[in-house]
């Protein structure tokens, strides 16, 4: 038995590993998340930010890497902002609502909504799946979203209306 076991060799091969692998090796630019072509050779660049390690990515325009670099120097510059209207504003209002006899939800609401409309930066998985310039998008339409629900909710609150 020990013969045959040492015979045989079982090779499996996973088609979903091979597949991130292609997905892996893929080019991309940061910004438009455009595929590379064979007769168009992107750029490598690489990215500084400030608190955090530096990383490259591909572009394949010079326009578009200025434009990546707008971004980050933006969002590093409006960090400490995000921060308190995304957690800190909430936890706030929140806090209010158990001491005081008003609610303060809505309030949560508009201060998330504004949060994700001044700094719309997703994860690093978002912004390789989709590109920066339309992961910034995606993230102040749903800022606007979630503003408009906050507004909405309050409205209703205060005008009375049944639901």
Request: proline residues 3%.
């Amino acid at each position: 038995m020990d013969e045959e076991s040492e015979k045989m060799v079982v090779e499996i091969n996973d088609p979903v590993e091979e597949s991130q692998e292609e997905i892996i090796n893929l080019r991309r630019c940061h910004w438009c998340n455009k595929e590379e072509e064979e007769e168009h050779e992107f750029q490598e660049v690489n990215i500084l930010r400030k608190g955090d390690e530096d990383f490259n990515v591909y572009v394949c325009s010079s326009e578009h890497e200025s434009r990546i670099n707008k971004s980050y120097n933006y969002f590093d510059k409006i960090y400490i902002l995000g921060l308190i209207l995304i957690f800190f504003a909430p936890l706030v209002f929140v806090s209010l609502t158990i001491f005081v006899d008003m609610i303060f939800s809505y309030p949560v609401f508009v201060s998330i909504g504004l949060g994700l409309l001044i700094y719309p930066l997703f994860s690093q998985q978002i912004v390789r799946a989709l590109g920066l310039n339309k992961s910034n998008i995606l993230g102040r339409i749903l800022g606007t979203i979630i503003v408009l629900l906050g507004i909405v909710l309050f409205l209703i609150d205060v005008l009375n209306v049944p639901i």
